[in-house]
């Protein structure tokens, strides 16, 4: 299908209004908006159509639903698009228990694309950090630091975690994980993977991995300024994902980069 009708979840919200506004970009029909019951924007009009509270008729009325939301709210949208078997982009982090339940029940019966960061350079990023961790022994130090805007609920960020994903993968085996440091910690382990978030501001988002070896250091870094680049990879995702076979995929396949 080349031009597949689009859900948008929670168009109030700051990732809401990106999508609206790249899937106009990419001309794109919205067909559906769904926001919670007590949101500000359900009556009004985004993309043409009329925010509602109704999720199964929003569902009916699309080929696929982007949610960017909360873990409750994506439990709840994945579980609906299961009874309707419906595609799926799901860029929600900081998914709990349930969620990553919901979500998965629904990719035994339609297509769902889940990542941590819909961007292109980010996806980049990981490839080059798996890249990095398989030609480096782990006697090289990975220090993850990511920072992020201040209203940010979660961390640390699904991408940090997803660096630490890539990192192991290039490795070939599972590291301990420190999350911060505070205290006596000793000295620092061999194959530890550090992670430290850092809030404030208007930080759309900015992740680095430092390998350290005696003498040296090498820094992968992403630096993201407008978050029009998440809404556009995932308005590229939705587009991908309508008539694939059911099953979980992530941007390395959207973007053929696997
Ligand atoms: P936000 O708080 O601005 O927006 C959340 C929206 O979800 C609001 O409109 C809210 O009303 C809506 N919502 C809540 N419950 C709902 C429900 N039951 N049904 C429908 N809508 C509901 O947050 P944001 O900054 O837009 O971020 C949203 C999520 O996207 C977060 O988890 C964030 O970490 C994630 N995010 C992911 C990426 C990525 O590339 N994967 C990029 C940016 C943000």
New binding site residues.
């Given amino acids: 299908m080349s031009s597949p009708r689009l859900c948008v979840?929670?168009?109030?919200?700051?990732?809401?209004a990106a999508l609206v506004g790249a899937a106009a970009e990419a001309g794109l029909a919205v067909t559906a908006a769904?926001?919670?019951a007590d949101?500000p924007?359900i009556g009004a009009k985004v993309g043409g159509v009329t925010v509602t509270a109704a999720l199964a008729d929003a569902l009916a009325a699309c080929d696929v639903y982007i949610d960017?939301?909360?873990p409750?709210?994506t439990a709840?949208?994945a579980r609906a698009a299961t009874a309707a078997r419906r595609a799926a982009v799901i860029?929600?982090?900081?998914l709990d228990a349930d969620a990553d339940a919901a979500v998965a029940a629904l990719a035994e019966v339609a297509p769902v694309v889940v990542?941590?960061?819909?961007?292109l350079g980010v996806n980049l990023l990981l490839g080059l950090a798996r890249q990095a961790a398989a030609a480096l022994d782990d006697g090289w130090d990975a220090e993850i630091v990511e920072a992020h805007h201040g209203r940010?609920v979660?961390a640390p960020s699904?991408t940090a975690l997803a660096l630490v994903a890539a990192v192991e993968a290039g490795r070939g085996r599972a590291a301990a994980h420190a999350h911060g440091r505070q205290g006596q910690v000793g000295a620092r382990p061999r194959g530890e993977i550090g992670v430290h978030a850092v809030r404030g501001g208007d930080v759309v988002g900015e992740h680095t991995l430092t390998l350290f070896a005696a003498g040296e250091r090498v820094e992968l870094s992403h630096r993201a300024t407008d978050?029009a680049i998440?809404a556009r990879?995932a308005v590229r995702a939705a587009a991908w994902v309508v008539g694939r076979a059911p099953g979980r995929y992530d941007m390395q396949d959207v973007l053929g980069l696997r």
């Fill in positions: 979840l929670g168009p109030s919200g700051r990732m809401g769904v926001d919670r949101a924007s960017f939301t909360t409750g709210a709840a949208a860029g929600t982090t900081g990542a941590a960061n819909f961007s940010k979660d699904g978050r998440f990879g």
